[in-house]
T-cell receptor
Framework: DQQVKQNSPSLSVQEGRISILNCDYTNSMFDYFLWYKKYPAEGPTFLIS?????DKNEDGRFTVFLNKSAKHLSLHIVPSQPGDSAVYFC???????????FGTGTRLQVTL | NAGVTQTPKFQVLKTGQSMTLQCAQDMNHNSMYWYRQDPGMGLRLIYYSASEGTTDKGEVPNGYNVSRLNKREFSLRLESAAPSQTSVYFC?????????????FGSGTRLTVV
């Protein structure tokens, strides 16, 4: 039972344009959400997070949006850069033990 | 500034062999985790240790054992390796129970069981 889903395995975006990565979840007990970025042969690195009391969090070129009623979150990258090409994982937790449940990942390719 | 160190980086095992994956962190983090990553499956939690002296099962614990040797080290043992355990294994640590700070991951161990 996949509680965190990333339905798009891959996404290609031109440099300078907006990248939008989507994530859906089924467990209504999740109240913390995170995005990780992963390059080949490296471990995932933490990118940005949001708690359920907020609907938006920004950090530079990265913004995460949370729609609790739709159980949906998205990551916006503006403007996209070639160095953003990586696999992006969304993750969620109930907060009590901070165990993270990860999605299956979306491979983003930013083209010149 | 090592962060989370995993050894070995690569390993090939024969079915039935045993091995231990090592993980150490130098950030004085309380909590440590073992995940496996498989194509199309994302990262799945095998075991975690919320604090020194405690360990708990995650989503996919069968076939694995763990030891939280001290605050720095958290090892994962495969007693009798199976081809289904071919995967990339990631160790991670976190500083507080606050989930918004995220985890720090190691660079992974790529394990092949033949």
């Amino acid at each position: 039972d996949q509680q965190v889903k990333q339905n798009s395995p891959s996404l290609s975006v031109q440099e300078g344009r907006i990248s939008i990565l989507n994530c859906d979840y089924t467990n209504s007990m999740f109240d913390y959400f995170l995005w990780y970025k992963k390059y080949p042969a490296e471990g995932p690195t933490f990118l940005i997070s949001i708690s359920s009391i907020k609907d938006k969090n920004e950090d530079g070129r990265f913004t995460v949006f949370l729609n609790k009623s739709a159980k949906h979150l998205s990551l916006h990258i503006v403007p996209s850069q070639p160095g953003d090409s990586a696999v992006y994982f969304c993750a969620a937790s109930t907060g009590t033990a901070s165990k993270l449940t990860f999605g299956t990942g979306t491979r983003l390719q930013v083209t010149l | 500034n090592a962060g989370v160190t995993q050894t070995p980086k690569f390993q090939v095992l024969k079915t039935g062999q045993s091995m231990t994956l090592q993980c150490a962190q130098d950030m004085n983090h309380n909590s440590m985790y073992w995940y496996r990553q498989d194509p199309g499956m994302g990262l799945r939690l095998i075991y975690y240790s919320a604090s020194e002296g405690t360990t708990d099962k995650g989503e996919v614990p069968n076939g694995y054992n763990v030891s939280r040797l001290n605050k720095r080290e958290f090892s994962l043992r495969l007693e009798s390796a199976a081809p289904s355990q071919t995967s990339v294994y990631f160790c991670a640590s976190s500083t507080t129970p606050d989930p918004l700070y995220g985890y720090t991951f190691g660079s992974g161990t790529r394990l092949t069981v033949v």
